[in-house]
């Protein structure tokens, strides 16, 4: 039996369906502290399923997920949250609270979920979006803010309890060029010290991020390896999917 | 193994279970801490606050026609003295909390369902999960107490504006003066006809935040999921509204014999 309790993130044997719709099927793979794995592949492969299952917010049918040693499929209550508590999670559209201003969307978690006290806070809060890009922008409402802003945002709400992990779905989608670049360059300095699992279509931002590549194809892993051993894989998908074009 | 296609009696007793498993959460997580008052004021500030407008102009349009209705056929009859008190008692027992409640699940019930629905659509319930944050705490506690506290007040606005529209409107066909019209209305007036059919809309308050939010909070459709969490919102809240008035309404007869006319 492998021992996931080396590694930050661990999926053992996970399939997942919908209804008829086999998802995932049969996935293993296992993400050490501090390594940047992205996830590659069509539309519809699975992928968001993908983190989706890790932070648990969807249960698998079969199999195990290891977070820092423990089984996260297994948890509920109390010791699910602890667990949780070691991720951020950038969503694709940022999924801001739309109720909230930009400075009250970051506040909620340290208010939920530490001790510290307002003045700490706002301290923490004012290095995050300063971090950003985001100081001049912390009374604002998500739907005063560009797309590139929402995804910085996104990023500074993950990034305020500090995970360990982090894990961010599509980080350039619907962005431009540039933007996508900005919002890669945010996820080059979190690289030291976090251990991330991105998806994404950007092969230029995945080559610039990944220490290792996952690659989807009808919910099996087709290839998981370094970007550069890829472009040279038996299976065209996945050289089409790791290439630049 | 795929889930094979429930058949319809079996799709229609999963849903029942749901929402019946929805409102035991909402009932236990409504006395279990955190209690989120403040976003309990901020819901009771949407859900009341904005509803005063619709509740003080329907009370004073409907108090108007309830008059109008009434004084032909009572005048007919030389019974125009009964008037203020067929009005207020029309109102304290029925008109007030009924409306009121058919109004607040039409305006708030498809603003809830509608705003949860898309919550859902837009992954903030998932980003709130996400954060370790209990989201059924968060966003459905608050909003079925707001909807709770809400309910009874606005009725208590609905019935002071359709007492004083109907005197209005006595006033200007009649002349009779203020005095006179709140002394023949609080005539026949128990205690027993105002306070429990306005503390009734309590209930009508809880079925109309649960109902809705559980349209809202378990959609998983999209856009598609958020016209359908509004339409089933009103329609199913403003049903179970009406079923559970003829319920209370009975149980108050049982209770407060008195109160019944």
């Known amino acids: 039996m492998t021992d996931w309790n080396d590694t930050a993130v661990a999926l053992d044997h996970v399939s997942k369906t919908f209804g008829d719709k086999q998802v995932l099927q049969d996935i293993t793979f296992s993400v050490a502290p501090r390594e940047t794995i992205c996830i590659l592949g069509r539309s ?17 049918e079969a199999g195990h997920i290891w977070i820092d040693g423990d089984d996260i499929t297994q948890l509920e209550g109390q010791e699910l949250s602890r667990v949780r508590r070691k991720m951020g999670f950038l969503f694709q559209n940022a999924a801001l609270f739309d109720f909230l201003t930009l400075y009250d969307n970051l506040a909620l978690p340290l208010q939920r979920l530490t001790r510290k006290s307002k003045p700490e806070i706002e301290e923490v809060i004012d290095r995050v979006l300063h971090q950003v890009g985001l100081s001049g922008d912390r009374e604002k409402l998500p739907q005063e803010l560009s797309g590139g802003m929402k995804k910085r945002a996104g990023l500074a709400r993950a990034l305020v309890l500090e995970p360990q992990i982090l894990l961010v779905d599509e980080p350039s989608s619907g962005l431009d060029r540039i933007t996508a670049s900005e919002i890669d360059e945010l996820l080059l300095k979190q690289k030291q010290h976090t251990t991330m699992i991105i998806v994404s279509h950007d092969v230029h931002g995945v080559r610039r991020l990944a220490d290792r590549v996952a690659v989807l194809e009808h919910g099996r892993l087709a290839a998981l390896g370094k970007p550069q051993e890829l472009e040279h894989h038996e299976n065209e998908t996945v050289r089409g999917l790791v290439m630049e074009e | 193994m795929p889930e094979k296609k429930a058949p319809g009696l079996t799709k229609g007793l999963e849903a029942t279970g749901k929402a019946a498993s929805f409102t035991l959460r909402v009932i236990r997580d409504a006395f279990r801490a955190p209690f989120e008052l403040a976003y309990v004021w901020l819901e009771l ?15 004073l349009a409907l108090g108007l026609v309830m008059t109008l209705h009434t004084r032909t056929e009572l005048i007919k009859f030389g019974a125009g003295a009964w008037i203020p008190e067929i009005q207020c008692l029309s109102f304290f027992v029925e008109i007030g909390p009924l409306v009121a409640a058919l109004l607040v699940a039409g305006r708030v019930g498809a603003g809830m369902g509608a705003s949860l629905a898309e919550m859902r659509a837009t992954e903030q319930i998932d980003a709130i999960e996400a954060l370790s944050i209990d989201s059924f705490k968060l966003l459905i506690v608050p909003r079925v107490v707001a909807c709770f506290l809400a309910l009874p007040l606005l009725t208590t606005f609905m019935d002071f504006c359709g007492v004083t529209s109907g005197f209005l409107s006595e ?38 935040g649960t109902v809705s939010c559980f349209f809202g909070y378990t959609t998983n459709e999209g856009a598609e999921g958020v016209r359908k969490a509004a339409t089933n919102s009103v329609v199913m809240s ?14 108050i007869f049982v209770l407060y014999p008195e109160s019944a006319l």
């Open chain 1, 44 to 60: 519809g492969t699975g992928k968001s399923v993908t983190l989706k299952l890790i932070i648990a917010l969807m249960k698998p």
């Open chain 2, 45 to 59: 500030t949407d859900q009341g606050w904005r509803s005063l407008p619709l509740i003080i102009s329907s009370g």
């Open chain 2, 171 to 208: 006033h200007f066909l009649s002349h009779i003066s203020l005095q006179l019209y709140v002394a023949r209305a609080f005539r026949g007036v128990e205690w027993s006809n105002f306070i429990p059919p306005t503390l009734k809309t309590a209930v009508f308050g809880f079925i109309i």
């Open chain 2, 238 to 251: 403003s049903l179970l509204v009406i079923l559970a008035d003829v319920i209370l309404v009975k149980l």
